[in-house]
């Protein structure tokens, strides 16, 4: 069983910065990839970034443009996202994700699914 549970998030203006923490338990997990995912209304859910637990490899969707950093503290059990420089189009339901069981692990690490395992979400808000 895995159980995340999110916080950090809030409301900023443009140009902003809040740090999302994730919070995670699990137990005997064998899943691969560990990271945030976002949505906001209307759209569908996109990858922000994630880290293969089998290599250490990070990996970020194409519109971070190295303004967010994930990062995790295995000792605390927790993955974190600072969000710098934030835009309005931001502004999303971030949740935190874990990959659940495969039976062969070659997605990609943006293809989560809806049976995996996710935390209840924070929200960020971005004004201009």
């Known amino acids: 069983q895995v159980q995340l549970v999110e916080s950090g998030g809030g409301s900023v203006q443009a140009g902003g910065s809040l740090r999302l923490s994730c919070a995670l338990s699990?137990?005997?997990?064998?899943?691969?990839?560990m990271g945030w995912f976002r949505q906001a209304p209307g759209k569908e859910r996109e990858g922000v970034a994630a880290?293969?637990?089998?290599?250490?490899?990070?990996y970020y969707g194409d519109f971070v443009k190295g303004r967010f950093t994930f990062s995790q503290d295995n000792a605390k059990n927790t993955m974190d996202l600072q969000l710098n420089s934030l835009k309005p189009e931001a502004a999303a339901m971030y949740f935190c994700?874990?990959?659940?069981?495969?039976?062969?692990?070659?997605?990609?690490?943006?293809?989560?699914?809806?049976?995996?395992?996710w935390g209840q979400g924070t929200k960020v808000a971005v004004s201009s």
């Open positions: 994700a874990a990959q659940g069981p495969r039976a062969v692990y070659n997605e990609k690490w943006s293809d989560a699914r809806q049976d995996d395992y």
């Open positions: 880290v293969s637990r089998f290599d250490g490899a990070t």
């Open positions: 699990a137990y005997k997990y064998r899943g691969k990839y």
